[in-house]
Nanobody, 124 residues
């Protein structure tokens, strides 16, 4: 079992920055692909970014490429998402997720564990 707890969300003005963290329990964090997803009101959950178990490979949604950076610290069992140049369209609940089995990093149904989410609100 893996428990994931997000933090770092909040209210920020457009153009500002936030850093999200996701603390994971369990000794096998370093073996999981980790990702961030987000869900805005009335919309489906969408992929934001993913990082491989070693941190050596990353993927980003086109909408956040160049503005967001995903990273992980396996020694601390923690996943991060640095969000810069935030836009009102980034407003959503952000979730971290862990993928144990195979599948697509872009597909939410291929993830095994989820956090409870943290709200990010960007004002114009």
């Amino acid at each position: 079992q893996v428990q994931l707890v997000e933090s770092g969300g909040g209210l920020v003005q457009a153009g500002g920055s936030l850093r999200l963290s996701c603390a994971a329990s369990g000794r096998t964090f370093s073996t999981y692909t980790m990702s961030w997803f987000r869900q805005a009101p009335g919309k489906e959950r969408e992929f934001v970014a993913a990082v491989s178990w070693s941190g050596g490979s990353t993927n980003y949604a086109d909408s956040v490429k160049g503005r967001f950076t995903i990273s992980r610290d396996n020694a601390k069992n923690t996943l991060y998402l640095q969000m810069n140049s935030l836009k009102p369209t980034d407003t959503a609940v952000y979730y971290c997720a862990a993928r144990v089995r195979g599948g697509s990093v872009f597909r939410s149904t291929d993830y095994d564990y989820w956090g409870q989410g943290t709200q990010v609100t960007v004002s114009s």
